[in-house]
């Protein structure tokens, strides 16, 4: 099925240890985003990308690091990882911002221990 | 500070009442997206609304915006059990065609029979 794909589905991760979070999308969508979702608070932007080669910081950034390198893939990256990272990861697309709703993957459930 | 506030934070409704779950934006609102969020899913795309006024249906579900008061509200008619879940609002606040959509923390429905 078409749509945005995330790997893992869930992780426990030890501080200080690092990660890559996966996320895929096989709808040639330019705009790829990753949010985070802490309960009650809603969904803060981390990075995003509006096309292969461009990120951009959101507004919690820190901690995390993405890349692009092609139109299908933006990956996550947690390199020492922090109890406050524990959260709900969620990565999304849009082809362009405008009349188009994102398309959400699934989510990673990560808990740092 | 939250651009975007949801209200109520929560709400248990009978099998079969109506209500509304608004969302008010501290900025101007250049487009509104309701989504929503099914109890450790993903988020799915409901329906997106632009210009003050504008009304759009979805099967029982129902969005219209204001946009003199800057708020959308979202009217379920006769909810069922199937309605559950967290509603989130999302919001165009910048009108730049690339700036990622922010959002509010979401009201938590659940439909009791």
């Known amino acids: 099925n078409a749509g945005v794909t995330q790997t893992p589905k869930f992780r426990i991760l030890k501080i200080g240890q690092s990660m890559t979070l996966q996320c895929a999308q096989d709808m040639n969508h330019n705009y790829m985003y990753w949010y985070r979702q802490d309960p009650g608070m809603g969904l803060k932007l981390i990075y995003y990308s509006v096309g292969a080669g461009i990120t951009d910081k959101g507004e919690v950034p820190n901690g995390y690091n993405v890349s692009r390198s092609t139109t299908e893939d933006f990956p996550l990256r947690l390199e020492l990882a922090a109890p406050s990272q524990t959260s709900v990861y969620f990565c999304?697309?849009?082809?362009?911002?405008?009349?188009?709703?994102?398309?959400f993957g699934s989510g990673t459930r990560l808990t740092v221990v | 500070s939250q651009e975007l506030e949801q209200s109520p934070q929560s709400l248990i409704v009978q099998e079969g009442k109506n209500l509304t779950i608004n969302c008010t934006s501290s900025?101007?609102?250049?487009?509104l997206y309701w989504y929503k969020q099914k109890y450790g899913e993903g988020l799915i795309f409901l329906m997106m609304l632009q210009k003050g006024g504008e009304e759009k249906s979805h099967e029982k579900i129902t969005a219209k915006l204001d946009e003199k008061k800057q708020q959308s509200s979202l009217h379920i008619t006769a909810s069922q059990p199937s309605h559950a879940g967290i509603y989130l609002c999302g919001a165009d606040i910048w009108n730049s065609g690339n700036t990622p959509l922010v959002f509010g923390k979401g009201t938590r429905l659940s439909v009791i029979a």
């Open positions: 900025k101007t609102l250049y487009g």
């Open positions: 999304a697309s849009s082809p362009f911002q405008g009349d188009y709703g994102y398309t």
